[in-house]
T-cell receptor, first 116, second 113 residues
């Protein structure tokens, strides 16, 4: 099992450019999440998905869009990048047990994004 | 709104010492609590998961306890080693709704040889 993988690992964008971050998991997990991690602020949830074809907003969704067309993939898009989106982005997944996410989250290695 | 606090923000101990990391949360209506380790420039590695009905979980030299009523969890590391140096994060999953997860900002641990 590769677990949770993220591509790319690093990226530098100019203000106004767009890009898509890809998250893939091979554990057949129902739930997937996108977080950003900034110094002194902990991890904050951007968007999440409770299953294929579903997405929902987290704490800090503005400026981001997501799609979950396949169960194993969760894409995070930046339509027009801004310097405030410079951050480390983590994808995570968790399994479903008894009708609720049993809660253990598994994380990818992260994508370090710099917006100039 | 759930708030998760980890104090101290940084801790330095000599090798071999037993140590305790603290995690406090404001809303006791939790589903579970998870402890992670994060090495510099890396992702989060799950260490222990405690469900709300449990009081503690153990894995090797690690023991995590949960006291919902007081809004506290502790991570006990026995016989610390330099390889334990990392940032330790706790994350609280609320019960109800979509089970929002709130992370603390972490305790950066340095174990000195």
């Amino acid at each position: 099992n590769a677990g949770v993988t993220q591509t790319p690992k690093f990226r530098v964008l100019k203000t106004g450019q767009s890009m898509t971050l890809l998250c893939a998991q091979d554990m057949n997990h129902e739930y997937m999440y996108w977080y950003r991690q900034d110094p002194g602020m902990g991890l904050r949830l951007i968007h999440y998905s409770v299953g294929e074809g579903t997405t929902a907003k987290g704490e800090v969704p503005d400026g981001y869009n997501v799609s979950r067309l396949k169960k194993q993939n969760f894409l995070l898009g930046l339509e027009s990048a801004a310097p405030s989106q410079t951050s480390v982005y983590f994808c995570a997944s968790s399994y479903l047990s008894g009708g609720k996410a049993s809660g253990e989250q598994f994380f990818g290695p992260g994508t370090r994004l710099t917006v100039l | 709104k759930q708030e998760v606090t980890q104090i101290p923000a940084a801790l330095s101990v000599p090798e071999g010492e037993n140590l305790v990391l603290n995690c406090s949360f404001t809303d006791s209506a939790i589903y579970n609590l998870q402890w992670f380790r994060q090495d510099p420039g890396k992702g989060l590695t799950s260490l222990l998961l405690i469900q709300s009905s449990q009081r503690e979980q153990t894995s090797g030299r690690l023991n995590a306890s949960l006291d919902k009523s007081s809004g506290r969890s502790t991570l006990y590391i026995a016989a610390s080693q330099p390889g334990d140096s990392a940032t330790y994060l706790c994350a609280v999953r609320n019960s109800g709704g979509y089970q929002k997860v709130t992370f603390g900002t972490g305790t950066k641990l340095q174990v000195i040889p």
